[in-house]
C-alpha cells in the first residue's frame, strides 16, 4: 500500500537531530518559555518574513487568539462580520464563532479552491471588519489583490496559513501579507511537530504583545493579569523538534512540487478535475506548498474504491463543509453554498509526502490512469 502520508519514514530522516534536540530539552531544565521558544519563533518570523512570532499550542488558537486581540485591542467588536471561505476547515469558522463574530461564507473560485479579490468584494456588507483568508491545499490566495482591496475598505486581514508555509506569491511568502497569519504544526501539515504546536506571525508589535499575554493567562508580567486570557503556549520540547524540521522543510516543499508535476503530466484522466495545468515549471509552482494534491471526480467514490484495490492510500479533505456540519445545525444564516457542497462532493487527495519516491508516484499515476 502507498500510504497517504508516513510520517514515521518522514521524521526518520532527521531522526539523529530529533533525538539530540529532545535530549537538549530534557537535560535543559526548561519546559516552558525557554530558549528553544524564543530561538523557533526568531527563526520562523525570519523564514516567513516578518518581525514577530508568537508560539502557541495549536493552529486553532493561533486564530482564535488573533481575533480576540483585536476584540481587546478595540478593533473588533461582538457581531462584526468577517469574510470567510464557505470550503475550508472547519477550525477558521470555530475561531471565528467563538470570539461572537460574524462569519460570512464566501464561495471560493472553482479553479484555485481560494477566495480573490473579486469574490471577496461582492460579498463586502457594511458591516464586514474582517477577512479570513485560508490559502487552501497550500496555494497562497492572491494576496497583492486582496490587500489592496482589505486597505481600500479598512478590513483586517487575518491569513490561515495552516496548510501553506513557504508559499510565496509576488515575493513575499504566506504569513507576510495579512496583518497577521496563524499557522500549524500539527503533525501532518508541511511543517510538523511531534504534537500539537502553532503560531501566529504579524509585523505589528501592539497585537503581538497582546496575543503573547492573552496566550499566557492574559499576563504580560508575571502574577499581573490584564486580560481574561487562556493557557495556549508553545513549549521548549515542540519548539526543538520544530526547529530541527524547518531546517528541511524547503527541500521537502521543493518534492512535494516535483511529485505534483508528474501528477499533473502523467494523469490522464479527462474526467478528473486537477488542481494544476501540465506544462507548468517548478518556478511556476512557487505559490503552491502542495500541502495536499486535491483532484475532483463526479465518480468519487468509485475512484477510491479503485485506487484502494490498487494500493494507493487516498483522502478527502473534507467530506463535509463547516456550514453543514451539526455543530453549526442551528445557523441557518451561514447560507446555502451550491460550489461548496459540491466541491466536498467531488474532492479526493492523492498522497503527496516528500518521501515518495519516483516508482510510487508512478504507481499512484498509473492507478488513477487505469480509472475506467
Ligand atoms: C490544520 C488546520 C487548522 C487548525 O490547526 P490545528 O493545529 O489542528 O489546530 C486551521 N486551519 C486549517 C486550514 C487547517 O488545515
Not at 502553532?198 to 501592539?206: H, I, L, P
Not at 501540465?278 to 465518480?299: E, I, K, M, P, Q
Request: glycine share 6%.
Amino acid at each position: 500500500m502507498i500510504p497517504f502520508l508516513d510520517l514515521k519514514s518522514l521524521n526518520a530522516q532527521c531522526r539523529a537531530e530529533l533525538i539530540d534536540a529532545a535530549t537538549k530539552v530534557i537535560d535543559s531544565g526548561y519546559y516552558i518559555q525557554g530558549p528553544q521558544v524564543r530561538a523557533f519563533e526568531e527563526s520562523f518570523a525570519a523564514y516567513c518574513g516578518v518581525q514577530h512570532c508568537i508560539g502557541v499550542a495549536n493552529g486553532l488558537d493561533a486564530l482564535t487568539l488573533t481575533l480576540r486581540a483585536w476584540k481587546e485591542l478595540g478593533l473588533l467588536k461582538d457581531g462584526d462580520e468577517v469574510i470567510v471561505p464557505a470550503n475550508t476547515y472547519i477550525a477558521s469558522i470555530l475561531a471565528i464563532t467563538e470570539n461572537r463574530l460574524k462569519p460570512l461564507l464566501v464561495e471560493p473560485v472553482e479553479t484555485t479552491y481560494n477566495l480573490d479579490a473579486a469574490s471577496i468584494a461582492a460579498a463586502l456588507t457594511p458591516a464586514t471588519k474582517a477577512i479570513l483568508v485560508v490559502h487552501l491545499y497550500g496555494r497562497i490566495a492572491p494576496m497583492a489583490q486582496i490587500m489592496a482591496l482589505a486597505n481600500q475598505h479598512q478590513l483586517l486581514v487575518l491569513e490561515d496559513s495552516a496548510q501553506s508555509h513557504g508559499a510565496m506569491t509576488d515575493g513575499k511568502r504566506a504569513g507576510a501579507w495579512g496583518h497577521a497569519s496563524g499557522f500549524s504544526f500539527y503533525p501532518g501539515k508541511n511543517l510538523g511537530a511531534l504534537g500539537d504546536a502553532g503560531a501566529v506571525t504579524t509585523n505589528d508589535a501592539t497585537l503581538a504583545n497582546t496575543i503573547r499575554a492573552l496566550g499566557n493567562y492574559g499576563s504580560h508580567k508575571k502574577y499581573e493579569n490584564d486580560y481574561q486570557g487562556v493557557n495556549s503556549r508553545l513549549d521548549e520540547m515542540q519548539a526543538a523538534l520544530l526547529s530541527v524540521r524547518l531546517k528541511y522543510l524547503d527541500s521537502q516543499t521543493h518534492r512535494r512540487r516535483e511529485i505534483a508535476l508528474q501528477y499533473a503530466e502523467g494523469i490522464r484522466q479527462p474526467e478528473l478535475v486537477q488542481p494544476i495545468a501540465a506544462g507548468l515549471s517548478l518556478t511556476d509552482l512557487r505559490n503552491h506548498a502542495f500541502h495536499l494534491y486535491v483532484v475532483r471526480s463526479a465518480r468519487r467514490a468509485e475512484l477510491q474504491q479503485h485506487l484502494n484495490e490498487q494500493g494507493v492510500q487516498t483522502i478527502i479533505h473534507y467530506p463535509i463543509p463547516p456550514h453543514a456540519q451539526k455543530a453549526y445545525m442551528s445557523w441557518s444564516c451561514l447560507g446555502h453554498l451550491p460550489l461548496t457542497e459540491r466541491i466536498h462532493e467531488e474532492v479526493l487527495s492523492l498522497p503527496i509526502s516528500p518521501v515518495m519516491s519516483d516508482d510510487q508516484v508512478q504507481d499512484v499515476i498509473s492507478a488513477v490512469n487505469s480509472f475506467a
